[in-house]
């Protein structure tokens, strides 16, 4: 700071002159900006140092200090580089953010887990694991579901569509209905075949209880 001082009838007047453009708080607006770029698995977010600060025993917060123990490198805009999964890294900035784990629907809690332990997230861990639980324990209590379908063959189909039965379906009773057809001097015998299949964690719809019709040939069968 420069000064300039006059005389006059013995009052001294002084002027400061100001500091060069761009030279002020300069050097105290190094490493300590309010906002912080991360560039996480090729995608970038943008937060402030108070959100990735929220936990002192976290990653980010050490990463936000620019902890001189953790190497660390930035990217052409600066950006700290992180190789993680970014679709699992927006939860986890969420609830830095505000304190609320949201995820959606197709989103694994375990793969949110992954990211809270290696951010070192000990409230987000102890959350997720809880409700990982939770979930757990609804779905081994939920009974198991059955849709059932009634299928007419004749004998020498059969053994083909009891062998190609897939994607879950399971044989459950055959019974026969007589011989309805005849083809030279052979009889062809036909039969109603009742095949299952489990459904987990659906809710009951207008297929997924036994008709009627498959109940009565059940017993039928069992019978035989």
Request: hydrophobic share 30%.
């Amino acid at each position: 700071m420069a000064e300039n001082g006059s005389e006059t009838s013995g009052t001294v007047y002084r002027r400061c002159l100001p500091h060069p453009a761009g030279e002020k708080n300069n050097t105290s607006r190094v490493g300590s900006s309010k906002w912080i770029r991360l560039n996480v698995g090729g995608t970038c977010f943008l937060t402030t140092r108070q959100t990735l600060c929220r936990d002192p025993k976290s990653f980010l917060y050490r990463l936000s200090q620019a902890d001189p123990e953790l190497d660390s490198d930035k990217d052409d805009t600066g950006a700290y580089l992180i190789d993680r999964d970014p679709t699992y890294f927006g939860p986890v900035l969420n609830y830095l953010r505000h304190g609320k784990l949201v995820l959606n629907r197709d989103l694994a809690e375990e793969g949110v887990l992954e990211e809270a332990e290696f951010y070192n997230i000990p409230s987000l861990i102890k959350l997720l694991k809880d409700n990982i639980r939770e979930r757990d324990c609804r779905t081994s209590q939920a009974p198991v579901k059955h849709v059932y379908r009634v299928l007419q063959c004749q004998e020498e189909e059969l053994t083909q569509m009891v062998s190609t039965m897939s994607d879950g379906w399971k044989f459950e009773q055959l019974v026969s209905i007589g011989s309805s057809y005849n083809y030279g001097n052979e009889d062809q015998a036909e039969f109603l075949c009742v095949v299952s299949k489990e459904l987990h964690n659906q809710p009951y719809g207008p297929n997924t209880e036994p008709s009627e019709k498959a109940k009565i040939l059940q017993e039928r069968g069992s019978r035989m």
